[in-house]
């Protein structure tokens, strides 16, 4: 299906790339239906747009990726109304919020979004965690984080150019060199 967005024009979302999501997002109720969109940015930020209401799209994130303690501690309830059987089939992403200066960007570890990948489906859940809250300050682990990605890249980018550059000045096998047709007769 080709679906409108706000912020990313039309897209095309096969029934693999959409999540259900019965009882809606807070403050949402009424817009069940979901696809996940990577802007491919190096933010690795994604974004939960509604399908059918272009307007409507939260920016998310895992919340492993600037938190690495996190954890979402499910009731049997919640897991049941998620049908997980193997919490591995299972993504969680916190929804953020990015006002003009990007340095105050929050993300709300206290009802992360959790999905049943295998089974497309979605809740937002309210953690009983007191530890987390809605407005958690991230930018900075997120900036670390990135800056870690970063220099990852480089390095295996730098390796990858060593690499190659091994291969293009490394010896000929000389039974590997193919017959030259151009020569045509030996002169002594």
Not at 26 to 48: H, M, R, S
Not at 96 to 123: C, F, G, S, W
Not at 160 to 169: F, G, I, L, M, Q
Request: charged fraction near 25%.
């Amino acid at each position: 299906m080709i679906i409108k967005t706000g912020r990313f024009g039309e897209l095309t979302v096969g029934s693999d790339e959409t999540i259900q999501i019965p009882q809606g997002l807070f403050g949402f109720p009424d817009l069940k239906q979901y696809c996940l969109v990577d802007p491919a940015d190096d933010t690795l930020i994604l974004w939960l747009q509604a399908v059918g209401a272009a307007e409507i799209a939260f920016p998310v994130l895992e919340p492993k990726i600037f938190r690495p303690d996190y954890a979402a501690r499910l009731s049997a309830a919640e897991l049941r109304e998620l049908k997980l059987e193997n919490i591995h089939q299972s993504a969680v992403f916190s929804i953020l919020t990015i006002p003009d200066d990007i340095t105050q960007m929050t993300a709300n570890l206290k009802a992360p979004v959790v999905v049943n990948l295998k089974e497309q489906l979605a809740r937002q859940v309210v953690l009983q965690e007191n530890e987390y809250n809605i407005k958690h300050s991230m930018f900075k682990e997120l900036r670390a984080h990135l800056v870690t990605i970063a220099s990852h890249r480089r390095v295996m980018e730098r390796a990858e150019k060593d690499r190659t550059a091994a291969t293009v000045s490394a010896a000929v096998a000389i039974r590997n060199i193919p017959p030259s047709l151009t020569v045509k007769s030996l002169q002594i």
